[in-house]
């Protein structure tokens, strides 16, 4: 089978360097970091890919894509601009809304939190919180029903059929320095939604007509909330809906209450990919080291082979060829163990977890609790070809001084 001169020498040289234990050492240490570097790398980039995922179909199904709060006085005939933001093309439905800050007592232990009022139904739509409803019934909330966080159930030890007092604000007329007596109702919870992060610590559901009585305001909302098709898009969605309403509201969207999370993933995800390219970086150089050595140890096939007519292009190759072996075997074996480990982090994780009974992620402060992963093949594919290329730019120095070396010194010295 016919074969390049290079291709050959090069190969022989790889073969030849196995007895040469220092050589080795150095060899095996490039392809070995060079491996682990794009193992590593293709994790990272994976477990973001995975928290991408999840805050995408797990965070944002319950947190609104996009809100529309009135500035001065409640939102009138809410159901007329339902209907209008619903006939946007890229809103999948909106929803009212009434917001109230309140307190929640049962006997000495009191918490703060938000009520929202909702109309359970059209909420649904916009919201996926019912989902996460594991005691009693989001279809419960009536007009004296609430549904809260785990948090705030675990803070005020509260159960699904409980009386709890609601306290809200009084409105005062005028400029008075007076404080008004709360307003005060008794409220049975109705279910306890278990979501994770701060949404657990501070929200709460009531219907809309119960809020609509303790805010004053009949049947106007404070404001209305929207699902857009696409979550990426969200920012520009919803100030084009907004210049067209009647209303005079403030406009605002995900990415202004959660968007620090995919700016998080983003940063780390960057930072990540420039640490571990420098590490292959620094495993490459083994193949610098290793390359130089070849060259001093072959001086004389060098010389040999010039006197015989190689060109300095032949001589070159081989010793490239001789650093991209090492090169090749670390982005593969690192890949495909890369790939393998990606596919099964989160279990990974979790056994990781119940062994030493830690828990590295917090449901009560994160909103999940483990590690996710989700391999993207064009991540494994860049990361293979980056690795290739720095190891493939650190063989061209030591083989390029191959060239440059004097057969008649070389020679001269041997006789």
Known sequence: MFRPLSIFLGLRYVRARQGNGFASFISASSTLGIGLGVMVLILVLSAMNGFE????????????????????????????????????????????LIKLDALLQKGDNVKGLEV?????????????????????????????????????????????????????????????????????????????FKFGGAIDQTSAFMSMQQGAKLAGIE??????????????????????????????????????????????????????????????????????????????????????????GAKSSTIMMSFVYQGIVNGVL?????????????????SIIRNI????????LSGDIYFIDFLPTQLDMRDVVFTVFAAFILSLLATLYPAWRATKIDPAQVLGQGG
């Not at 996926?128 to 989001?138: E, L, M, N, R």
């Not at 605002?252 to 995919?262: E, K």
């Not at 670390?330 to 989160?346: D, K, M, Q, R």
């Not at 977890?353 to 590295?360: A, G, R, T, Y």
């Open 53 to 96: 995922r999840e805050l995408t179909s797990r965070l944002l199904s319950v947190v609104p894509h996009g809100e529309f709060i009135a500035v001065s006085k409640p939102i009138d005939n809410w159901q007329k601009h339902v209907a209008q933001i619903e006939q946007h093309p890229n809103v999948v439905a909106a929803a009212p």
């Open 116 to 192: 929202r009022a909702v109309e359970p139904s059209l909420e649904m739509k916009v919201s996926a919180i019912a989902d996460y409803v594991h005691q009693g019934s989001w279809q419960s909330l009536n007009e004296n029903s609430l549904v809260v966080g785990d948090g705030i159930a675990k803070k005020l030890k509260l159960q699904v059929g409980d009386t709890v007092q609601l306290l809200l604000p009084r409105k005062t007329s005028g400029n008075s320095l007076q404080f008004a007596a709360p307003i005060k109702r008794n409220m049975i919870i109705g279910g306890i």
């Open 219 to 308: 049947d106007s909302v404070h404001g209305l909330r929207l699902q857009v098709r696409d979550v990426y898009q969200a920012r520009s969605i919803v100030r084009d809906i907004g210049l067209e309403l009647d209303a005079y509201v403030y406009m605002n969207d995900w990415t202004r209450s959660q968007g620090h999370l995919f700016n998080d993933i983003q940063l780390v995800r960057t930072v990540m990919f420039v640490v571990m390219l420098l590490v292959i970086a620094v495993a490459s150089f083994n193949i610098v080291s290793s390359l130089f050595m070849a060259v001093n140890d072959k001086k004389s096939d060098i010389a040999i082979l010039k006197t015989m």
């Open 330 to 346: 670390g982005c593969v074996s690192g890949a495909l163990l890369g790939v393998y480990l990606s596919n099964y982090l989160t």
């Open 353 to 360: 977890e119940d062994f030493f009974n830690v828990k590295f």
